[in-house]
């Protein structure tokens, strides 16, 4: 069965330091994966996903198979990024796993 | 607007009593899904719609619930004799299916609570 696993529900990240939001997948098929954010008081939208392999906010995300990681990175953080954070495994059709979701928090 | 729209955004019901909840998708996607999503989880995947048909459902989604989509674009989710581990956030999305592009996009969801 397809899973997804967020290990941080919450991270705290001062300004201007690396972020690194962690995600581990399982999953027998040929992956895809994405990243969802949702602002406060606002929908759920996509951030990325890996087969663009593009850079959305300066969020870039690595789909590493070997580890069955596809965790998202950016440089320095800011603080519109504070968010809720999902990592989402496409398991056929487009229908998605989420894993449980990250805060990000970013201290001024 | 000319997002997903979701309505009502807020239910309360007593236990016991069927609620309907109506998701409006983006006008030229041709796929529905929903989800539910509880404290402290991410979305989970109830059922989805290529158009009008019904292609796939959640072993989540009890016999209690029911979900169609009768001319391809509005969808209607039912929920009958509600119990108080219904109460979650209700969301619908939906996507234009194509080879090069299925993001979802997420209506603001309904968040049903069953006293």
Known sequence: AQRVTQ?????????????????????????????????????????LRHISRESIKGFT???????TSFHLKKPFAQEEDSAMYYC????GNEKLTFGTGTRLTIIP | DTGVSQDPRHKITKRGQNVTFRCDPIS???????YRQTLGQ???????????????????????FSAERPKGSFSTLEIQRTEQGDSAMYLCASSLASVSSYEQYFGPGTRLTVT
């Open chain 1, 7 to 47: 290990p941080e529900k919450l991270l705290s990240v001062f300004k201007g330091a690396p972020v690194e939001l962690k995600c581990n997948y399982s999953y027998s098929g040929s992956p895809e994966l994405f990243w969802y954010v949702q602002y406060s008081r606002q929908r759920l939208q996509l951030l």
């Open chain 1, 88 to 91: 989402a495994l496409n398991f």
């Open chain 2, 28 to 34: 030229e996607h041709n796929r529905l899904y929903w």
């Open chain 2, 42 to 64: 991410g979305p989970e995947f109830l059922t989805y719609f290529q158009n009008e048909a019904q292609l796939e459902k959640s072993r989540l989604l009890s016999d209690r």
């Open chain 1, 61 to 67: 995300a690595d789909l590493n198979k070997g580890e």
